[in-house]
């Protein structure tokens, strides 16, 4: 049984605008000891997905259905029905949560060895000296500087990626079952990234630790992730284990998303790829596939028309695309070359080739 | 082409006092920045790297006064920044403008996106009702917003939504110099590429000035014409992008650009693993800075802190490098490449640090 497993989840807000279906019929599972990755445009419905499952949704946002099932001896609980109070003993002990936005989660007025030690106070019944040599223990850990002078500061004092590193040190101190971790690397360098992605790799063999992976560094997924989940508009479209994602990319948007990489050590010349058009907003998706509008492969007026299933289109590897394993070359009006990169497929490494040739 | 320079930055000095005790007496100093020189011409991207809280966004809030250096100069456009008063202060940053590296903490969540674009606008007096909206309507289409965003509150937008919201409110003021502190880490990299574009359009089309802060190093090298490295509130290496990325020669350059994640396995079994302590801004280690942790390091960089060697614009404070330098007889690519090679030997045994760290985690 997997550790955790979301089944049709809708969360929507009701603004006086109207309602927003940010997340509109999501399934996910992650199973014990592995790594999830969802990736997908800014917009999409990542963190929105992951506040419903600690159900931190702010109003006026509601889970309107679908069930959270986590594992718990004998069986499983849903998260969406469990009572408030039971809840809050889930958070920050069997699920930890890294945010996305560091400041939004720190409290600006605690010093941060009182704010870690809080955390583990709240579930864990120790004396208080030792939740702050956690604190310490958890500070060194994630390899913060000086970490004794840092459990007196307040978060305005540390660099951008130490507040970053501080919330891992939080959702980690009490050694949860699942880590929900939300952009965890955005604002550490890459060796500092590279430590910390260790770090959790570690929890995971020692503990069995599962992680779902919020990210849109694809190098991170394609280095840590088990599996991958791509989400566009409100919906899963793409699903596969990593290596299998990034060798056959099924899905147009996934495509798009490869190409959109600058190479390093290659001097570009002219514009970075992107995918044409805008982020549709939740309130006016499109119908049918809600990528078709941006698609370079889309046929008129089928894609426009039928809400492409997510089916199975190579082993463990599904895609919500009414064309997936027969794109062929990209037809329609958006698809003249300009939109889409042509791949090169040499051996086991996947690169997108630029205008200029690149590599 | 030599151009005058439109931002010097001059031996520039930021130091935190760190206070203790009750009493919150101050007991020493988080040298943050600690001499940083460089200068960028008009029209020219500087992209800065370096390990996180190194001083990259204290070198970019020193340089707009919102935090007081305590040593150096800043000189925009020939005049010195140190020694404004408020008056031209007030001037100078509607000239140059900072997107901040965490949007959500920037942008006053009680505000509409129309108050907070306004914001500026009202502040430098720049045009009447009418205008204004053109304005920040045309800032909005640039960075890929919608028009109806205005009336809505950052809460209700992504997290890449809100930084895009963040660069228009820096554009809608038309700067000439722009400090971008990881203006694209919180997007995704289909946004990212849009934004990265967006930037260099900006550029051509308005001839900015920017100063690229970024922890991403192939846009850092997409964007930029020339790149400065940071170690510890120093500047380790600066050169020309394609130079810096072709030929590295710091020690700590070459660790940093093997570590960046790839989805190309081959890349990644080539990867240099820095050991030894995290370095303590407070109590900088002697001689050179990054010594305790550079698999080079030999007895004078423990004692002696390297100055800086200069060869066809690419600057490098190591001992090691300079000495390579030397005996290549002034070809570069020879020297980083025997460097490389050093690191590749000293780094080949597989430090299982993290893990060996991560095993205290015992509640
Ligand atoms: N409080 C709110 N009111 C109205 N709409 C909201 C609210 N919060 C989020 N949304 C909308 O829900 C959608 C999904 O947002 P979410 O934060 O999940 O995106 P994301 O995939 O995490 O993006 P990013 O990569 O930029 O962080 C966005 O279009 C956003 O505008
Ligand atoms: N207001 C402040 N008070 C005290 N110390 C500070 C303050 N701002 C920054 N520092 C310290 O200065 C050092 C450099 O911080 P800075 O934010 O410039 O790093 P950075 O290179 O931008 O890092 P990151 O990549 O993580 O954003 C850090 O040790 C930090 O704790
Ligand atoms: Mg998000
Ligand atoms: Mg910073």
């Known amino acids: 049984m997997p550790l955790l497993e979301i089944n049709n989840l809708v969360t929507a807000f009701h603004t006086p605008a109207g309602r927003v279906p940010a997340v509109d019929g999501v399934s996910l599972s992650i199973e ?100 702050r ?45 699942l880590v929900i971790a939300d952009e965890p690397t955005t604002a550490l360098d890459v060796t500092i990234q590279a430590q910390i992605l260790e770090l959790l790799s570690d929890l995971r063999r020692r503990l069995q630790t599962s992680l779902l992976l919020i990210t849109h560094d694809l190098g991170v997924v394609a280095e840590t992730c088990d599996e991958v989940a791509v989400m566009y508009a409100g919906r899963i479209v793409e699903r ?68 492409p299933p997510l089916r199975d289109i190579r082993p463990q590897h599904q895609a919500r695309c009414h064309y997936a394993g027969e794109l062929g070359p990209a037809t329609g009006e958006k698809g003249d070359a300009a939109h889409f990169p042509h791949f090169s497929n040499a051996g086991n490494e996947l690169r997108p080739l630029f205008p200029e040739g690149g590599s | 082409m030599t151009t005058q320079p439109l931002l010097v930055v001059e031996n520039l000095q930021t130091h935190f006092p760190v206070r203790r005790g009750l009493l919150r007496r101050v007991s020493g100093s988080v040298q943050a920045v600690d001499g940083v020189s460089f200068s960028i011409a008009k029209r020219r991207t500087l992209g800065l ?65 129309r108050g907070i674009l306004e914001e500026g606008l009202v502040i430098h007096r720049m045009g009447d009702a009418r205008d204004r909206l053109a304005r920040m309507r045309r800032a909005l289409d640039r960075t890929g917003l919608t028009a109806a965003t ?152 423990r004692e002696v802190d390297p100055p800086a060697t200069t060869l066809d614009g690419h600057l490098v404070h190591c001992h090691v490098a300079a000495r390579e330098l030397e005996r290549s007889a002034g070809d570069v690519r020879a020297a980083a490449a025997s460097i490389a090679e050093a690191m590749a030997a000293a780094s080949a045994k597989p430090a299982s640090d993290a893990a060996a760290a991560s095993g205290t985690l015992k509640a």
């Not at chain 1, 099924?250 to 190479?263: C, D, E, K, N, S």
């Open chain 1, 133 to 177: 040599a956690r604190a310490l223990e958890m500070l060194k850990l994630v390899r913060l500087a000086d970490p004794e002078q840092r459990l007196d500061e307040y978060p305005h004092q540390l660099s951008g990626g130490m507040r970053q590193r501080v919330m891992i040190a939080m959702a980690l101190a009490c050694e949860p079952d």
């Open chain 1, 240 to 307: 596969a284990p990593a290596a299998e994602l990034f060798a056959n990319p099924q899905h147009p948007y996934t495509i798009g998303l490869l190409a959109a990489r600058p190479a390093t050590g290659v001097r570009h010349e002219g514009p970075l790829r992107t995918i044409p058009g805008m982020v549709p907003l939740p309130q006016n998706f499109p119908a049918g596939c809600r990528f078709h509008p941006r698609c370079a492969y889309a046929r008129l007026p089928h894609c426009a028309g039928d809400v």
């Open chain 2, 150 to 301: 205005l009336e809505r509150y950052p809460h209700e937008f992504s997290g890449g939504q809100r930084q895009r919201i963040a660069i228009a409110r820096a554009l809608v003021l038309e700067p000439e110099f722009l400090v971008l502190d990881e203006p694209i880490s919180a997007l995704d990299v289909s946004i990212q590429a849009q934004v990265v574009n967006l930037l260099v359009e900006l550029r051509e089309e308005l001839g900015l000035t920017y100063l690229f802060i970024s922890h991403d190093l192939s846009v850092v090298e997409y964007v930029s014409d020339d790149v400065a490295v940071m170690y510890l509130g120093r500047l380790v290496e600066r050169a020309d992008a394609a130079a810096l990325y072709r030929a590295p020669l710091h020690p700590y350059t070459l660790a940093l650009f093997s570590a960046v994640p790839t989805i190309d396995p081959a890349r990644r079994r080539r990867r240099i693993v820095l050991t030894g302590d995290v370095p303590s801004p407070s109590r900088p280690p002697r001689g050179c800075r990054f010594h305790p942790r550079c698999p080079l390091a030999e007895s004078v960089c």
């Open chain 2, 49 to 113: 790297v370096g390990e996180s809280g190194c001083g990259k966004t204290t070198v970019g809030r020193s340089i707009l006064r919102l935090v007081e250096p305590t040593g150096g100069d800043v000189r925009f456009a020939g005049a010195s920044v140190r020694g404004m008063n408020a008056r031209d202060l007030r001037a100078l940053r509607r000239r140059m403008q900072i997107v901040f590296q965490d949007p959500y903490g920037s942008l006053n969540p009680r505000m509409t996106v």
């Open chain 1, 32 to 131: 014990r000891g592995k790594t999830l990755g969802l990736v997908g445009e800014s917009g999409c419905g990542k963190s929105v997905t992951a506040m419903s499952i600690l159900r931190l949704v702010a109003s006026p946002g509601v889970i309107e259905s679908g069930e959270i099932l986590l594992a718990r001896e004998g069986g499983s609980v849903d998260l969406t029905q469990l009572p408030e109070p039971e809840l809050r003993k889930v958070r920050g002990g069997r699920i930890g949560m890294i945010f996305q936005e560091p400041m939004t989660s720190l409290n600006p007025v605690f010093t941060i060895g009182d704010q870690i030690a809080e955390a583990v106070l709240l579930h864990r019944a120790v004396p208080r000296a030792a939740a």
